[in-house]
Each structure stands twice: as C-alpha cells, then as structure tokens.
C-alpha cells in the first residue's frame, strides 16, 4: 500500500517546501497590494514642508491620509481624500468617520487600537485649510492627527 509524505521506516514525515514557499508567495502578494493602495492614497503634487527633526512614521497604527492642495493660481485651497477631490472638508467627514469605525477594532485588553488621520499639507497652503482638515478630524471622532513633512 502505498502512503505519500515520508518515509516508513523512521515514522518521520518528509519535509515538502513547495506549500511554504505558496503561502510565502500569497503574504508577499497581498502585502505588495496594501502598500500600492496606501502609497496611491498620497498625492505626488503637494510639496511637503521641510522639518529637519521629524520623526519617523509610525507603522503599528490603521490611518487614513488627508492630502491638503494649493492652488496658486487660484489662490485657493482642496482636499483629497480616498482619491477623491473635495472642496468643503465637511462633503468627506462621513466617509472619514466610516474608514475609523472600520478600521478600529478592540486589542486583547478591550481598548481601541490606534487610529489615526495624518494630514499631508503643501507648504504654501495657509494654515486655515490645515485647520479645517484638522476639524473634519474631530468631526469624525478621530483625535489622533499626524502631520507629514518631508526632512530634506
């Protein structure tokens, strides 16, 4: 009778490395995929402003990105959020505030894991729009708001 996967005599299984290297290939995958759709989430176009003691990103935490534009030739300021253009910060609060509840879950002591909107400004944009991303936050329920810059 013929039994697959390891020799008889010893009672030891073989060792097979073709299903380890699949779900090796499955991880890379699907990691590939979440770190495309969080870098499409940044806009290219928006000149960070310079802050030569910034501190690292975080990476333990879910977030949502809110990019802050400046027009200057209509000296008007936009917002994109989920890759999605806004005017008014108000028009994406219940769609931040569903991004939060869902990407908020309960750790092993019962307390919320971390979440949190990082706020990615050009550096010409008046500080107003920023406060207006930073209200739509709070809006949202979210009160852990991070700045991006860039430390060149």
Same mark, same amino acid.
């Given at each position: 009778?013929?039994?697959?996967?390891?020799?008889?005599?010893?009672?030891?299984?073989?060792?097979?490395?073709?299903?380890?290297?699949?779900?090796?290939?499955?991880?890379?995958?699907?990691f590939?995929?979440?770190?495309?759709?969080?870098v499409l989430?940044?806009?290219?176009?928006i000149?960070?402003? !310079?802050?030569?003691? =910034?501190?690292? $990103?975080?990476?333990?935490?879910?977030?949502? #990105?809110?990019?802050? /534009?400046?027009?200057? &030739?209509a000296?008007?300021?936009?917002?994109?959020?989920?890759?999605?253009?806004?005017?008014?910060?108000?028009?994406?609060?219940?769609?931040?505030?569903?991004v939060?509840?869902?990407? !908020?879950?309960?750790? =092993?002591?019962? $307390?919320?894991?971390g979440?949190?909107?990082? #706020?990615?400004?050009? /550096?010409?944009?008046? &500080?107003?729009?920023?406060?207006?991303?930073?209200?739509?936050?709070?809006?949202?329920?979210?009160?852990?708001?991070?700045?991006?810059?860039a430390?060149?």
């Amino acid at each position: 009778m013929a039994g697959g996967g390891g020799n008889i005599e010893s009672g030891e299984p073989d060792f097979q490395i073709a299903p380890m290297i699949d779900v090796l290939l499955v991880m890379l995958i699907f990691f590939m995929t979440i770190t495309s759709a969080q870098v499409l989430r940044v806009d290219k176009n928006i000149q960070l402003p !310079v802050a030569p003691n =910034a501190q690292k $990103k975080d990476t333990g935490r879910s977030e949502a #990105i809110i990019n802050v /534009r400046w027009d200057e &030739a209509a000296k008007k300021g936009g917002f994109t959020f989920q890759d999605r253009p806004y005017d008014v910060v108000s028009e994406f609060v219940p769609d931040l505030r569903a991004v939060r509840d869902a990407a !908020v879950s309960l750790g =092993a002591d019962g $307390k919320a894991l971390g979440f949190r909107v990082v #706020i990615r400004a050009d /550096r010409d944009v008046p &500080a107003l729009y920023v406060a207006q991303a930073m209200r739509a936050a709070a809006e949202a329920g979210v009160a852990d708001i991070s700045f991006s810059t860039a430390n060149r």
